[in-house]
């Protein structure tokens, strides 16, 4: 079992950036691939990036890349998301997530574990 909590989100201008934390419980927070999603209302919850349980591989929306970063620090049971240049179509309820394949790294109904969510909001 797993439970993970995510904080870090907030009210940004368009332009600037944000750094989210999601800390995960348990001992064996290294064994888990972990993502980042997220979901905009009226709409269907989308891949925004995943790590590999080193860290060492990451994975990203084509949309993202260059603009957002995962990392992780398994000393700290912590996954990160690093947005720069934030826009306003970034705004969504950010959610992180654990599992215990690659398969399906993209795929929201793959992961076994989610947070609750933190709230972004990107103002014009």
């Known amino acids: 079992q797993v439970q993970l909590v995510e904080s870090g989100g907030g009210l940004v201008q368009a332009g600037g950036s944000l750094r989210l934390s999601c800390i995960a419980s348990?001992?064996?927070?290294?064994?888990?691939?972990m993502g980042w999603f997220r979901q905009a209302p009226g709409k269907e919850r989308e891949f925004v990036a995943a790590?590999?349980?080193?860290?060492?591989?990451?994975y990203y929306a084509d949309s993202l890349k260059g603009r957002f970063t995962i990392s992780r620090d398994n000393a700290k049971n912590t996954v990160y998301l690093q947005m720069n240049t934030l826009r306003p179509e970034d705004t969504a309820v950010y959610y992180c997530?654990?599992?215990?394949?690659?398969?399906?790294?993209?795929?929201?109904?793959?992961?076994?574990?989610w947070g609750q969510g933190t709230q972004v909001t990107v103002s014009s």
């Open positions: 790590i590999s349980r080193s860290g060492a591989n990451t």
């Open positions: 348990g001992r064996t927070f290294s064994s888990y691939y």
């Open positions: 997530a654990a599992k215990l394949s690659l398969t399906r790294y993209d795929t929201w109904s793959a992961y076994n574990y």
